[in-house]
């Protein structure tokens, strides 16, 4: 019996999640808030996974009261990575993973074992700008550079390649004159903050009734909030040309 199959008999227990994190941890804070709160009952963060030792997102699990774990990647043997981070998310009783500013590649078996049971929040729309390398600031000048008008968020399913998994859901988020890379992050985190721990309890909530996850549709009026749903008319483009 698979993990969906026998959570499916068992949907009383909240979903665990695991979070996976690299660095600072503003998402984790998020997720954790939001689980600890209007959300417990249906999921719980019981797990901070990360490869560095002095990743912020411990200190937050810590001050949450949420166990963590260590798992160091680099300058090792992917199956070493695999079994001990398979070993943690077995022994935490994991049955959903949200990957939060995580850095590593996560390992083909852990992929495998938790087939669309593993999330990922990316600064852009994917699946432009991403792919390995593809992070921080350098995402935002890339989007900059490009004169790209707008940006966004994308939550996506973790396959065996970097931000290339099935997409969840976007929003886009406006770029501004004059942009720099810190002020276009900052834009993107602030929605990154509502939209990632809500996907997650979607998520979640599909994965406890035996659900297979699937793309999540924004309504139109906020998807197209930046663009009018039936397209700018004439005047507008005038406008913006500078042609009135
Ligand atoms: C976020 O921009 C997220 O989209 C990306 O890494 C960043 C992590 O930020 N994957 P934080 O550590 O959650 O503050």
Redo the contacts with the bound molecule.
Sequence with gaps: MNQTSRMAGATARPVRIAVF?S??????QALLEHFQGAAAETARVVLVVSDREDAG?LDRAERAGVASRVVPVRGRDEDDVARDTLAALSDAEVDLVAL??YLRLVPAEVVRRYRDRIL????ALLPAFGGKGM??ARVHAAVIEAGCRISG?TIHVVDEEYDRGAILLQWPVPVLADDSPEQL?AR??RV?HRIYPLTVEAVARGLATGEAVRPLSLPDAVAFGLVDADGPDEAEVRRALGLL
Excluded: F, K
Excluded at 120 to 123: G, K, R, S, T, V
């Design positions: 994190a660095g600072g941890g503003t998402n984790l997102a939060a500013g990922n929040i990316h600064p992070y921080g968020a992050a993107v985190l990154e």
